[in-house]
C-alpha cells in the first residue's frame, strides 16, 4: 500500500513534466515549421502568358527568378529552366505538399530526382571502378519523413536534459526542418563509404569520400555544406550531403571553393 502511494506520488509530479514537455515541442515544431511556398496559381500562370509575361520571358529570367525579376518559389524553379540551381533553405522552403514528378530507384531503398539519376550512377560506378565502394544512404525524402527525423532529433536531445527551445537550437543546426531540406526535391544525397556508413565528420578520413570530394563536380555534384560554411549555409559540415547542380554550376564551385548560396549571389 505504501509502495502504491509513493507510486501516485511520483507519477502527479512526473506526468505534468511530460506533458509540459510534450506540448511545448510541439508548439516549436507547428510554428517553426515552413508553411507551403506561394507558388502561383493557374489562373496568375494564364494571366501572365496572356500578357506577354509567360514562358518566352521566364526562360530569359534568371536562375531563381520569374521574368519580372522577384524571386521564384522552389517548387516553380524546380519545374523550370535551371532547376538545378534551385535553392532551398529556411528562407527558400519547399511546401509540405512537393513531390518530384519523376522519381527513379537507385537501390537501397533510396530514390532520387530522375533528372540526376543517370549521373549519379555514373559517379559511383567510375569510383567502383577504382576501387572505392560508395553507398547512397539516403535520396529523397517526404515531408513526413524530414518531420520524423526532426521529432526524433528533439526528442533524443529533450532526453539529455535539454528544454524543448534548447532541444529545437541544437537539432535545427543538424536535422533541417521539413520544408527546407534539399533531400525533399530529390536533388541531394547522403553518400558514405560501404565500409564506414556513419554520418559522422570522421566520414570526411576516408578514402573513398576523399576521391568523392575530388571528383564529385565532374558528374554534376558539389559538397553541399562544407566544412567553415555554417555562418553561410546555416547546417554544420556534412562531409556526406552531395547536391546536384550541374557540371557547369559544380566546377566553378569546387574551382573557387564556395558554397551554393554564394555562387548563386555571384550569378
Not at 532520387?112 to 549519379?120: E, K, N, P, Y
Not at 569520400?209 to 556534412?238: K, N
Request: charged share 20%.
Amino acid at each position: 500500500m505504501l509502495q502504491k502511494k509513493r507510486i501516485i506520488r511520483r507519477l502527479k509530479y512526473f506526468l505534468p513534466g511530460i506533458f509540459c514537455g510534450a506540448a511545448a515541442m510541439f508548439l516549436i515544431l507547428y510554428f517553426a515549421f515552413p508553411g507551403p511556398s506561394a507558388a502561383p496559381s493557374e489562373g496568375t500562370a494564364t494571366a501572365a502568358a496572356s500578357d506577354g509575361t509567360g514562358d518566352s520571358d521566364a526562360a530569359q529570367a534568371a536562375p531563381g527568378q520569374n521574368a519580372d525579376g522577384t524571386v521564384a518559389c522552389p517548387e516553380e524553379q524546380l519545374k523550370s529552366d535551371g532547376w538545378e540551381l534551385t535553392l532551398i533553405s529556411r528562407e527558400h522552403p519547399l511546401s509540405h505538399s512537393y513531390v518530384p514528378e519523376s522519381l527513379s530507384d537507385i537501390g537501397s531503398d533510396c530514390t532520387v530526382d530522375s533528372r540526376i539519376a543517370g549521373s549519379l550512377e555514373e559517379m559511383l560506378s567510375d569510383a567502383r571502378s577504382e576501387g572505392f565502394e560508395l553507398s547512397v544512404i539516403s535520396g529523397y525524402r517526404s515531408y513526413e519523413r524530414q518531420t520524423d527525423l526532426f521529432a526524433e532529433g528533439m526528442t533524443e536531445r529533450i532526453s539529455q536534459g535539454l528544454s524543448p527551445a534548447e532541444a529545437y537550437n541544437e537539432t535545427v543546426r543538424s536535422v533541417t526542418l521539413p520544408g527546407t531540406s534539399e533531400h525533399a526535391a530529390g536533388l541531394a544525397v547522403d553518400i558514405t563509404a560501404s565500409s564506414y556508413p556513419v554520418l559522422e565528420e570522421s566520414q570526411a578520413d576516408m578514402p573513398e569520400q576523399q576521391w568523392l570530394m575530388a571528383h564529385c563536380y565532374e558528374y554534376g555534384f558539389i559538397l553541399r555544406y562544407p566544412e567553415g560554411s555554417e555562418d553561410i549555409t546555416g547546417i554544420t559540415y556534412e562531409p556526406w550531403h552531395y547536391r546536384y547542380v550541374g557540371t557547369e554550376a559544380a566546377a566553378k564551385i569546387h574551382s573557387l571553393g564556395i558554397t551554393l548560396e554564394e555562387y548563386l549571389q555571384d550569378d
